[in-house]
């Protein structure tokens, strides 16, 4: 969980999805249960509206993915939850009593800066790779105490951080400078 929590509503994509499909529907003419006019161009309009937002989804809370850490040695793949709005950046993997060895989380930032973490109200230890924008590990947290309200703080700018199970970096291999492949790390 970030420790600087952002304060804008979580349900922000929500309401841009559905005034971006709101949008689509006004500018194709449709009123009520009538369509008045469908030309071609319209019709675009309306699939923009009611796909676009399918592609999108995956990149916000809660969405499951999977990631492929690369070592030296081996490649390792984990199912994984995504915090990429400031809500599910900051509600992160608090409450969560247990998680999978192949599970994690992986926090999306809007761009590189100097992240800062907690552990407040989370109840499992969890190693950090903090991640620049092509995925790189730039640095690493082993072993974050639970419920520990010390600033986990990095020392380099980072795009994105993984969170795994705590000590589980180690016994993989897993190092500064390996590689961490997911599409929204480029």
């Known amino acids: 969980?970030?420790?600087?929590?952002?304060?804008?509503?979580?349900?922000?994509?929500?309401?841009?999805?559905?005034?971006?499909?709101?949008?689509?529907?006004?500018?194709?003419?449709?009123i009520?249960?009538?369509m008045i006019d469908l030309s071609f161009f319209k019709l675009k309009i309306l699939a923009l509206?009611?796909?676009?937002?399918l592609f999108a989804m995956p990149a916000y809370?809660?969405?499951i993915n999977e990631?492929?850490?690369?070592?030296?040695?081996?490649?390792?793949?984990?199912?994984?939850?995504?915090?990429?709005?400031?809500s599910s950046r900051r509600t992160g993997l608090?409450?969560?009593?247990t998680m999978a060895v192949d599970a994690g989380m992986l926090f999306i930032f809007p761009g590189p800066?100097?992240?800062?973490?907690?552990?407040?109200?989370?109840?499992?230890?969890l190693d950090m790779l903090f991640l620049a924008g092509n995925g790189r590990i730039v640095h690493m947290h082993h072993r974050a105490v639970p419920?520990?309200?010390?600033?986990?703080?990095?020392?380099?700018?980072?795009?994105?951080?993984?969170?795994?199970?705590?000590?589980?970096?180690r016994r993989l291999g897993i190092q500064v400078g390996d590689r961490v492949l997911h599409p929204s790390l480029r």
Not at 67 to 86: C, D, G, N, S, Y
Not at 113 to 125: A, D, G, K, V, Y
Request: charge should be neutral.
């Open 1 to 30: 969980m970030r420790s600087n929590p952002d304060d804008r509503p979580a349900n922000e994509f929500g309401r841009a999805v559905a005034s971006f499909y709101h949008c689509g529907l006004v500018l194709m003419g449709y």
């Open 32 to 34: 009520g249960p009538i």
């Open 49 to 53: 509206a009611v796909i676009l937002p």
């Open 61 to 63: 809370a809660g969405a």
């Open 67 to 86: 990631v492929t850490v690369v070592t030296a040695k081996a490649r390792h793949h984990f199912t994984i939850e995504l915090a990429a709005t400031p």
């Open 94 to 97: 608090m409450h969560r009593q």
């Open 113 to 125: 800066e100097r992240l800062s973490f907690w552990m407040r109200n989370t109840l499992i230890p």
């Open 147 to 169: 419920h520990s309200l010390t600033p986990i703080v990095t020392p380099v700018d980072a795009t994105a951080v993984l969170e795994i199970n705590g000590g589980l970096s």
